[in-house]
Every structure is written in structure tokens, then in C-alpha cells.
């Protein structure tokens, strides 16, 4: 009589784990058919999903240095600029002093950003001072980075890499998933 209610709760048990396995068979054979239904639909769509994510572009960035302190990072960029024949491009800003930060004039054109940090965000090939938390979200804020240039294809990233690393072995490049969506 002691093995009655063990014996009991084992069918119920063993009810109740067949019912469970049934049911997520049932769910999916129900998910595998959604599936083959979306992947067949978008075959025979002229419409097919696009899921692109047009805000983002993944890009590789070539850096030289990085620090916190803006004057010895201009200084290398402009001897840089020099030594290699490299553009440089400021894009208008300049460290503002009193904000401690690369800024936009105050009387820019560009109201929403005049006087603040608008950061390089299209592929270039010029020499110019980011904040690299901009492109690797996880840098230190206010970590400024020189950056060499800006790429699509990882191949013109290491050719550019391989003539910098000959003028400062610091030089290195990260892919980074950079919005490029409207910042207004």
C-alpha cells in the first residue's frame, strides 16, 4: 500500500512529460511550417522581406594612436600628415577648451551640432581626431583616437595599416558597425 501513491504520482509524471513532449513536437512542426511557408513566400515574392538595416554600416576604422589628451594627438597628426602626404580633414572642429571637447564652431551652420561633437561617419581616407567610444561603444569616454581612415573594404584598410605601422607601430584597425542614420 506504501507504493500506491509513488506509483500514482510516476503515471502522473509520466502523463504529463509524454503531454509535453506532444506539445513541443506539435510546436514545432508548427514553427517549421511557418518557416517553409515565409522562405516560399519570399522565393515567389517579387516583394521579398528586406531586412537591412540601413542606419549601420560595418566599416573598418584605421587608427594610428589614441589618448586623452587632444594637443600631442594634433601634433602627431600633423607631422603625420607631413611624413606621409596624408589629408587632413577637421571637418570645422577644434578642441574647445572650456567644453574639453572637439567641437563644432559655436556659430556653425549646423545648428543642432554648432558647438558640439559631430563625429566622422563615412568612409574617407583622411587623417582626423574621434572619439572612439563613437565607434567602439565600450572605449573610455573622451578616449580620442586618430583616425587614419575609414573603409568598406578590409583590404584598403590593411594596405593603409601596413604604410602606418612602418611610421608608428601603435597603428592598428578594428571593424566597427558605425551609424551612419540621420543624426537631426
Not at 571637447?101 to 551652420?109: F, G, M, P, W
Amino acid at each position: 500500500m506504501r507504493n500506491i501513491p509513488f506509483i500514482v504520482l510516476a503515471l502522473v509524471f509520466a502523463s504529463c512529460n509524454t503531454q509535453a513532449k506532444k506539445e513541443n513536437i506539435a510546436q514545432n512542426e508548427i514553427m517549421d511550417t511557418a518557416r517553409i511557408f515565409q522562405n516560399d513566400s519570399a522565393k515567389n515574392s517579387d516583394e521579398a522581406i528586406d531586412t537591412t538595416d540601413y542606419d549601420h554600416a560595418n566599416y573598418f576604422i584605421v587608427v594610428v594612436d589614441t589618448g586623452l589628451k587632444y594637443s600631442p594627438l594634433q601634433t602627431k597628426m600633423y607631422a603625420l600628415s607631413k611624413k606621409l602626404n596624408l589629408p587632413i580633414d577637421t571637418m570645422g572642429r577644434h578642441f574647445n577648451t572650456s567644453k574639453n571637447l572637439i567641437a563644432l564652431a559655436d556659430d556653425n551652420q549646423d545648428e543642432m551640432y554648432a558647438g558640439d561633437y559631430y563625429p566622422r561617419r563615412d568612409v574617407s581616407e583622411h587623417l582626423s581626431l574621434e572619439y572612439l567610444n563613437f565607434y567602439l561603444p565600450d572605449a573610455a569616454d573622451k578616449n580620442i583616437a586618430l583616425v587614419a581612415g575609414i573603409y568598406e573594404d578590409e583590404k584598403e584598410a590593411d594596405s593603409l595599416l601596413t604604410i602606418l605601422k612602418r611610421a608608428d607601430k601603435s597603428s592598428f584597425k578594428f571593424k566597427a558597425n558605425v551609424f551612419v542614420g540621420c543624426m537631426h
